[in-house]
């Protein structure tokens, strides 16, 4: 990463050492206005002519422990800058965040659709870089082929997986699609059914969806998205857990949508 300083007139601070470190736990002291923490893998250098220092910061050991999941796709760590200047011995810090990504794109699916097995689906997909721009790209939906025991195999061998249809999402990185109704051999077991076994349940099914895809450059993202269906009508209850889709109606991408996107620390 590459930290550069001002002075308040503008003009670069050349000569000043620098200081990047990992920081935990920090705590803002209001007595003496500044943060304060456990700081750990410092990175030390001073300012080139130019006024600039690149820090080398090693996030190998972070990616061997993420784990990502369909709820944990990024994680945040923090990390400060100390800059003092050797003229006036000054220093001045700023903290900020670097982001860890299991995939340079993020794909999220809403799904719309009434619930019922016999009626089709319909999903929006939006897709962002890790940091939160939107990026349009072009993938697939394939549905997982439950195991014989019911379970759905959420990370299938190409044997096991069903093309089900293409999507695309456009400059806002949104998209929408419409599924078929799901062939029955798509469909497994509650998870609900198999724990209580309780016949409220026998009709609601589950399943899983993958969505994978690319932009124009060839950076990749996925997604594994659960559904939960009941077979026979349309179900009361709301938040269902897992399930799925099946044949293919085309994809259709949305032509404007009113893009609204958080900040990111990322």
Known sequence: MEVRAEYLSGKPVQHAKV???????WEWNYHDQKWEGEETAPVEGQFDGSGTFIAHVSLKKDFENFTPNQWRRSEDFDLA???TDLSTGR????RFQLGLSAL??????????TGSADAPLL???TSSYADGTPAS????IVGFVPKAE???????????????SSFHTNHFGVGRVELRPLSPDLLASSNWARIYHNPEYENQKSGYLLLEARDGKGNRGADVEGLGLEVGGIPERENRPCSLSAPAIPSRSLSSFKHHREGSSR
């Open 150 to 164: 019911g379970d759905c195999d959420e990370q299938p061998g190409t044997p096991k997986r069903v093309t089900l």
């Open 137 to 140: 790209m072009a993938g697939g």
């Open 81 to 83: 800058a100390f800059v």
């Open 123 to 125: 999903l929006y997909v």
């Open 91 to 94: 220093t001045e810090q700023r």
């Open 19 to 25: 200081r990047v470190v990992r920081g935990d736990e």
């Open 104 to 113: 340079p794109i993020h794909l999220y699916v809403q799904n719309s659709g």
